[in-house]
T-cell receptor
Framework: SQQGEEDPQALSIQEGENATMNCSYK?????LQWYRQNSGRGLVHLIL?????REKHSGRLRVTLDTSKKSSSLLITASRAADTASYFC????????????FGTGTRLTIIP | DGGITQSPKYLFRKEGQNVTLSCEQN?????MYWYRQDPGQGLRLIYY???????QKGDIAEGYSVSREKKESFPLTVTSAQKNPTAFYLC?????????????FGEGSRLTVL
């Protein structure tokens, strides 16, 4: 079953603008992770945020986590053409956390 | 370079045939995973292994089989019992068992049933 649901499913913005995508999940989590996938390639890990953290930064990425709302957001600032990809959130449940469950992804297109 | 190697990148199969997808890692990771991805969808877990000679079914294990005889290798066999095997298959590994850290992915294998 899919634990996370990303929103929107697709997003197109101009280069230089900020991109925000959201992830909602259903059960209590140990951590939440964001991954990027270029078309036809494997996934690349971007950032991990633990359940006791509220915000985390990595370069142009900012991730927030609201466990009361069971949601997370990924902000990419000053977008570049190379940011065009699909972005997935993945959650590790507190109950049997030996595996990650992935959402359906947001397809981000950066228009040069 | 350290990483995960999947082969073949593209594979075509006739109905009724079993095929085996290879996954090798030189990261010295304990845990390995197989995911299936269908067009426009997220990843679904097929099987995972937290230690050599042990593996567990994921959410969609029916029609698939795996082995973990060596730490660095986790091959996936798609059997003829899998009714809709055409998909993109992704292998991943993590340093420790459990989902407390990041996954490292291979570049995937695209299987097409003719």
């Amino acid at each position: 079953s899919q634990q996370g649901e990303e929103d929107p499913q697709a997003l197109s913005i101009q280069e230089g603008e900020n991109a925000t995508m959201n992830c909602s999940y259903k059960t209590s989590i140990n951590n939440l992770q964001w991954y990027r996938q270029n078309s036809g390639r494997g996934l690349v890990h971007l950032i991990l945020i633990r359940s006791n953290e509220r915000e985390k930064h990595s370069g142009r990425l900012r991730v927030t986590l609201d466990t009361s709302k069971k949601s997370s957001s990924l902000l990419i600032t000053a977008s570049r053409a190379a940011d065009t990809a699909s972005y997935f959130c993945a959650t590790a449940s507190n109950f049997g956390n030996e595996k990650l469950t992935f959402g359906t992804g947001t397809r981000l297109t950066i228009i040069p | 370079d350290g990483g995960i190697t999947q082969s073949p990148k593209y594979l075509f199969r006739k109905e009724g045939q079993n095929v085996t997808l290879s996954c090798e890692q030189n990261l010295n990771h304990d845990a390995m995973y197989w995911y299936r991805q269908d067009p426009g969808q997220g990843l679904r877990l097929i099987y995972y292994s937290q230690i050599v000679n042990d593996f567990q079914k994921g959410d969609i294990a029916e029609g698939y089989s795996v082995s973990r005889e060596k730490k660095e290798s986790f091959p996936l066999t798609v059997t003829s019992a899998q009714k809709n095997p055409t998909a993109f298959y992704l292998c991943a590994s993590s340093m420790r068992s459990g989902a407390t850290g990041e996954l490292f992915f291979g570049e995937g294998s695209r299987l097409t049933v003719l």
